[in-house]
């Protein structure tokens, strides 16, 4: 179901130095893409982090990829993390990534939001055009623009107060879709069908 388990209470303060990303790492997830978008990122901006949660058929190969580019201390896979770990990730992170050439829902999407964190990611991901709004409470690149999604990271990365900004519409967006909203929805639903 697309519902969030609970809205937390405590929103991330968007200071850190950290971005984030959670999903398999299979390739219709992009991980790779990601690691190559980071790379050219962060040879301007050498002092943020990437964190990247999940496991997957292509782990081996997005490993290889940060040992290649020499990304070992700037970039952690955490591989499987428990929903109470990722969502302290998701607390201290100041960006979430989508790097997906195909996506459904994208309920990590609403998690992220839920914590104030502004998202990005490509049209590719469809579900994700249904949540993120341009310049609202995120960004959505269009043609895989790798310049693009890396133009929009160092505006964000380099502007906290345009971070907070988008964070707060996030975390507002993402209450549409707390249980009891989404319940309440359902009902109207059912009752015009009766």
Request: contains cysteine; positive net charge.
């Amino acid at each position: 179901t697309n519902i969030l388990d609970e809205i937390p209470k405590t929103t991330s303060k968007l200071t850190e130095k950290r971005m984030i990303s959670v999903g398999r790492l299979s390739k219709e997830k992009g991980y790779v893409d990601l690691i190559e978008i980071f790379k050219n990122f962060h040879e301007k901006n050498p002092d943020w982090h990437l964190d990247i949660v999940g496991d997957g058929p292509e782990r081996n190969k997005v490993v290889d990829r940060i040992y290649q580019y020499q990304l070992t201390d700037a970039i952690t896979v955490h591989g499987y993390l428990k929903k109470k770990e990722i969502n302290a990730l998701l607390k201290k992170s100041s960006l979430y990534l989508m790097t997906s050439y195909t996506e459904s829902f994208g309920i990590v999407l609403i998690e992220a939001m839920s914590y104030g964190v502004p998202c990005l990611a490509f049209t590719s991901a469809e579900g994700a055009n249904d949540l993120i709004q341009n310049d609202k409470n995120g960004y959505l690149i269009e043609n895989r623009d790798f310049d693009s999604m890396i133009n929009k990271m160092e505006e964000l990365a380099n502007n906290k107060k345009q971070r907070v900004s988008l964070g707060q519409n996030a975390k507002e967006f993402s209450l549409n879709y707390s249980s009891d909203i989404v319940k309440k929805e359902w009902l109207k639903l059912l009752k015009r069908r009766v």
